[in-house]
T-cell receptor, first 115, second 114 residues
Framework: KAGVTQTPRYLIKTRGQQVTLSCSPI?????VSWYQQTPGQGLQFLFE???????NKGNFPGRFSGRQFSNSRSEMNVSTLELGDSALYLC??????????????FGPGTRLTVL | AQTVTQSQPEMSVQEAETVTLSCTYD???????LFWYKQPPSRQMILVIR??????QNATENRFSVNFQKAAKSFSLKISDSQLGDAAMYFC???????????FGAGTILRVKS
């Protein structure tokens, strides 16, 4: 079974631009969660999607948005990029949502650099 | 809100020896899950071990075991017979009974000396 894939793996943008990151979960998984990892703030939860619905959202400004498609693939978008958005963005997929004992599998991440 | 604290930014261990990484957490929930994740230089997050709060027995996975003290809200990871491949950043994480949101600690860098 193929693992979680994230594209692109590396991205360089300039301040003010927008960016879209993609995450394809493991086949059969319907839940996708996104995390931002920075040296200063560590790993922070962005949002969680299940069956095309956002179930939970972290404490991020409205510039961060996401969606999930009917095939469970998810995208996250960051508009009006700031230098502080430079980070590793990780997505994790799982079969279910709303059930605690539910293993999540992480993708390799997208490294975003904002200049 | 739940918080997870890892007070050891960095730890070192000699190959073949044992090391313990510390983690404390704060929650008002009674049922939850705790995890240790490993993140090697490749940045791929790998689940090391999982503990259900309602289980009193400490989880064990080969050379990895935990010491779960629910009353003290403590969840430490013991790595026995350390190997060079264990060198990585280790994150302690909390997840509530419902939902998939993980709350991570700041991480502990583990260095393994040969």
């Amino acid at each position: 079974k193929a693992g979680v894939t994230q594209t692109p793996r590396y991205l360089i943008k300039t301040r003010g631009q927008q960016v879209t990151l993609s995450c394809s979960p493991i086949s059969g998984h319907r839940s996708v969660s996104w995390y931002q990892q920075t040296p200063g703030q560590g790993l922070q939860f962005l949002f969680e999607y299940f069956s095309e619905t956002q179930r939970n959202k972290g404490n991020f400004p409205g510039r961060f948005s996401g969606r999930q498609f009917s095939n469970s693939r998810s995208e996250m978008n960051v508009s009006t990029l700031e230098l502080g958005d430079s980070a590793l963005y990780l997505c994790a997929s799982s079969r279910l949502a709303g059930v605690g004992n539910n293993e999540q599998f992480f993708g390799p991440g997208t490294r975003l650099t904002v200049l | 809100a739940q918080t997870v604290t890892q007070s050891q930014p960095e730890m070192s261990v000699q190959e073949a020896e044992t090391v313990t990484l510390s983690c404390t957490y704060d929650t008002s929930e009674s049922d939850y899950y705790l995890f240790w994740y490993k993140q090697p230089p490749s940045r791929q997050m790998i689940l090391v071990i999982r503990q259900e709060a309602y289980k009193q027995q400490n989880a064990t996975e080969n050379r990895f075991s935990v010491n779960f003290q629910k009353a003290a809200k403590s969840f430490s990871l013991k790595i026995s017979d350390s190997q060079l491949g264990d060198a990585a950043m280790y994150f302690c994480a909390y997840r509530g009974k419902y939902g998939n949101k993980l709350v991570f600690g700041a991480g502990t860098i583990l260095r393994v000396k040969s």
